[in-house]
């Protein structure tokens, strides 16, 4: 007799509707299968109305930005910057000139830590001072503060995990001292799920004075964000992870940092006057956008941020958190299923992790394809933490606001199949 399929969760949104705008969504791969996308942690699909948006600016309004007079370049100047402004209300900044627009989280990560490499006292990170991050970060996140202590004689110290995929802050005052200069960490583990205490990690921060960075290029797209009440120094997001296109990415920075810091590109645009033996530069945020910026990407942004606030941030919260819980409980029916990182949905996100038996996670996610379903296998540019957990890498299955309790159950089929295909 075949097992009941658990019911569906309630406190879901209209995926019914909302799949109607994802034009991508309606494919079908390899002979007719319908496609099931579960690599949202990854990029996330695209709702017709940034794609619009970006049609009607490349048809009807492109131009570069900021220094014509004609109305074509008004025009682009004005989407633009009314692209800033949206962003800025998205993540509650105090002023629309905190939010830069870089080509993606790298970048914006990569500007802080060459900034506060070339800063000025208070702010310079040199020999004596320390750098604290997580085992728990993405590369982007690893690979620039690792750049910075090689190249000033910084000491670089991380946070630990625990068995279960949280943060090890047992030995909090002893990691983040009086010589850390800044610390910079994941707001939502893109592995593990994992949501991280940051009152706690930013209240010790403050206690030493030390500027704090958090990558949120996991939690901008899934809960609502507010860089004031995460009372951060500087936060990074990425926009194609948020239903906007590739190629561009914010940094917000609190106001007086951006105007005592130096900028990281230099060119057109960021200058205020410039001779042959000294530049003066713009205020922020022009200071920080060297040369043509991504205007056509940055409109999409603008036009992703119009469709995810007119669902409600804490609406795509709560139906994720149930997809995950849904998953979570369908997941442990598997056998010789692990899942890393945590097990309870009350405080992750909405990826899961997972190795199954001793397939490895490359044969899953290709036999998971041929069946339709399409996920994330690798170490997902975190690999300390697979080398923490002892396995070479994972399955990662990742939801968002348009994915349904269907689509978990043919993720279950399917790893059944792939028991089946290789037992």
């Not at 802080?112 to 004596?128: F, H, I, T």
């Not at 704090?212 to 507010?226: E, G, N």
């Not at 348009?402 to 279950?412: F, G, H, I, R």
Request: aromatic fraction near 8%; charge should be negative; include cysteine.
């Amino acid at each position: 007799m075949t097992e009941a399929i658990p019911a569906a969760p309630p406190g879901l949104l209209d995926t019914e509707a909302i799949r109607k705008d994802f034009p991508l969504l309606d494919r079908t791969v390899h002979g007719g299968k319908r496609l099931v996308y579960l690599d949202n942690a990854a990029s996330s699909q695209k709702p017709r109305q940034v794609l619009d948006a970006m049609n009607a600016y490349y048809e009807r309004h492109h131009a570069n930005v900021h220094r014509g007079v004609h109305v074509l370049a008004e025009e682009a100047t004005a989407l633009y910057e009314g692209a800033r402004d949206k962003v800025a209300a998205f993540v509650n900044a105090p002023s629309r000139d905190e939010v830069v627009f870089t080509k993606n989280a790298s970048e914006s990560l990569n500007l802080v830590a060459n900034m506060l490499g070339w800063a000025d006292e208070p702010y310079r990170v040199d020999s004596g001072t320390e750098i604290v991050i997580t085992e728990m970060e993405h590369h982007s996140n690893i690979v620039p503060w690792q750049f910075l202590a090689q190249r000033t004689g910084a000491k670089l110290k991380w946070f630990g995990l625990t068995d279960d995929g949280r943060l090890d802050l047992s030995d909090l005052d002893q990691v983040i001292t009086e010589r850390t200069k800044v610390v910079s960490f994941v707001l939502v583990s893109n592995v593990l799920g994992t949501v991280n205490p940051y009152e706690a990690i930013i209240r010790r921060a403050q206690q030493v004075g030390a500027l704090v960075v958090i990558d949120a290029s996991q939690a901008a797209p899934h809960m609502p964000l507010d860089v004031q009440a995460l009372q951060a120094d500087f936060v990074a997001f990425t926009g194609h992870k948020m239903c906007g296109p590739t190629g561009i990415g914010v940094l917000w920075g609190r106001q007086e940092l951006l105007e005592d810091l130096p900028p990281f590109l230099g060119g057109g645009e960021m200058i205020e006057t410039v001779t042959m033996s000294a530049s003066t530069y713009a205020p922020a945020p022009h200071k920080f956008e060297a040369g043509t910026p991504p205007i056509a990407q940055a409109v999409g942004l603008g036009a992703a941020v119009d469709y995810l606030s007119g669902i409600g941030m804490d609406r795509i919260a709560a139906h994720e958190h149930a997809i995950t819980q849904y998953a979570l409980g369908r997941l442990s029916e598997v056998p010789d299923l692990r899942i890393i990182g945590p097990v309870s949905g009350e405080d992750r996100g909405a990826t899961i992790s997972f190795t199954l038996a001793d397939i490895h996670p490359h044969d899953v996610g290709q036999v998971l394809d041929e069946q339709g379903i399409a996920v994330r296998v690798g170490h997902h540019c975190a690999r300390p933490v697979c080398l923490r957990y002892g396995i070479p890498a994972t399955t990662r299955a990742s939801f968002y606001l348009y994915s349904t309790p269907a689509e978990v159950d043919a993720l279950v089929a399917g790893l059944e199949y792939v028991r089946g295909f290789f037992r």
